[in-house]
């Protein structure tokens, strides 16, 4: 079983920076492939980023792409996204989830954060 916890949502002014953490079970992390997803409100789920095992690679979806950032620490089982220029669209529940690939649904999620963005 993986274990996902995020952590740093929050409320933020429109313009303003927020990272968000996610905290993974020691015995995957380095097996898989990591991703954050949102989801607002009466909207599908979005994938935003995702990173291989290795930190080699990433991609982002194109509303976020250049103003989010996602990165991940081997020594302490974290992903990071890093998100700048926030805009009240990204307001939404944020996800951490590890699957194979990037590209493939994963298998495992976090709880979620809140992000709320102030106009």
């Known amino acids: 079983q993986v274990h996902l916890v995020e952590s740093g949502g929050g409320l933020v002014q429109a313009g303003g920076s927020l990272r968000v953490s996610c905290a993974v079970s020691?015995?995957?992390?380095?097996?898989?492939?990591m991703g954050w997803f949102r989801q607002a409100p009466g909207k599908e789920r979005e994938r935003v980023a995702a990173?291989?095992?290795?930190?080699?690679?990433?991609r982002y979806a194109d509303s976020v792409k250049g103003r989010f950032t996602i990165s991940r620490d081997s020594a302490k089982n974290m992903v990071y996204l890093q998100m700048n220029s926030l805009k009240p669209e990204d307001t939404a529940v944020y996800y951490c989830a590890a699957g194979a690939t990037m590209f493939s649904e994963p298998v495992y999620w976090g709880q979620g954060t809140q992000v709320t963005v102030s106009a």
């Open positions: 020691r015995r995957t992390f380095s097996s898989y492939a």
């Open positions: 990173i291989t095992w290795n930190g080699s690679s990433t």
